[in-house]
C-alpha cells in the first residue's frame, strides 16, 4: 500500500485520528480512515483496504514531543530564571522548573537547543499543567522566523528510519 501524506503540504509525518461522527464511523467498515498531518494539522480521510486500526489512548497533541535535554530561559513577573527542557514539539514543551507557576498563567521563554545557533524565542507560552516542578506548556506565539528554526531543530532530532 502507498505511503500516507499529507495532501496539503506533502509530509508522510501523519498521524491516524479519531473518527468524528457517523459518517466517519460508516466510512471506517468501508476502510477509509481519518488521518491528520503532525506538520500542518491537516485533517483528511484516506482508503486503507484491508488495514484495521485498533482503538488505543490517544495523546491528543498536534505534535509528536521529542525528548530533549537543553537549558531555557524563563521570564516570568519580571523576573527571570534558568529551567530545563525535556521534551519539545512545534507546538509545546515540558519544563523543569523551581517557579510557582499555576496552570493558565503566561510566560516568555527562550531556547537554547545548541551552542552554534542563536536561541528560539517562544514570546507567549501558556502552562496547561503543572506537576511536581514540571510545567507542561503550550506554545501560543513563537517570535517570527524562529517557528521555522524549531521545526528545523525538531526535525533534526527526529531518528531516521532503520
Same mark, same amino acid.
Given at each position: 500500500m502507498d505511503p500516507?501524506?499529507?495532501?496539503?503540504?506533502?509530509? +508522510?509525518q501523519v498521524r491516524?485520528?479519531?473518527?468524528?461522527?457517523?459518517?466517519?464511523?460508516?466510512?471506517?467498515?468501508?476502510?477509509?480512515y481519518p488521518f491528520r498531518c503532525l506538520v500542518c494539522a491537516h485533517r483528511f480521510r484516506r482508503l486503507r483496504w484491508g488495514e484495521h486500526y485498533e482503538r488505543v489512548h490517544e495523546d491528543r497533541r498536534r505534535h509528536e514531543r521529542l525528548p $530533549? +535535554?537543553?537549558?531555557?530561559?524563563?521570564?516570568?513577573? +519580571?523576573?527571570?530564571?534558568?529551567?530545563? $527542557?525535556? +521534551?519539545?514539539?512545534?507546538?509545546g514543551a515540558t519544563l523543569e522548573t523551581d517557579l510557582p507557576?499555576?496552570?493558565?498563567?503566561s510566560l516568555e521563554l527562550t531556547l537554547q537547543p545548541g551552542d552554534s545557533e542563536p536561541p528560539i524565542t517562544v514570546e507567549v507560552a501558556v502552562v496547561r499543567s503543572v506537576q511536581s516542578g514540571r510545567l507542561g506548556l503550550q506554545f501560543v506565539k513563537v517570535k517570527g522566523g524562529d517557528d521555522a528554526r524549531l521545526g528545523k531543530f525538531l526535525r533534526e532530532q527526529r531518528p531516521g528510519p532503520g
Open positions: 500516507l501524506r499529507c495532501r496539503r503540504c506533502g509530509s +508522510d491516524r485520528a479519531s473518527r468524528k461522527g457517523l459518517l466517519e464511523r460508516l466510512l471506517s467498515a468501508g476502510y477509509i $530533549v +535535554d537543553f537549558w531555557s530561559t524563563l521570564f516570568w513577573k +519580571d523576573g527571570e530564571r534558568q529551567g530545563r $527542557v525535556r +521534551d519539545l514539539s512545534e507546538g507557576i499555576a496552570a493558565g498563567e
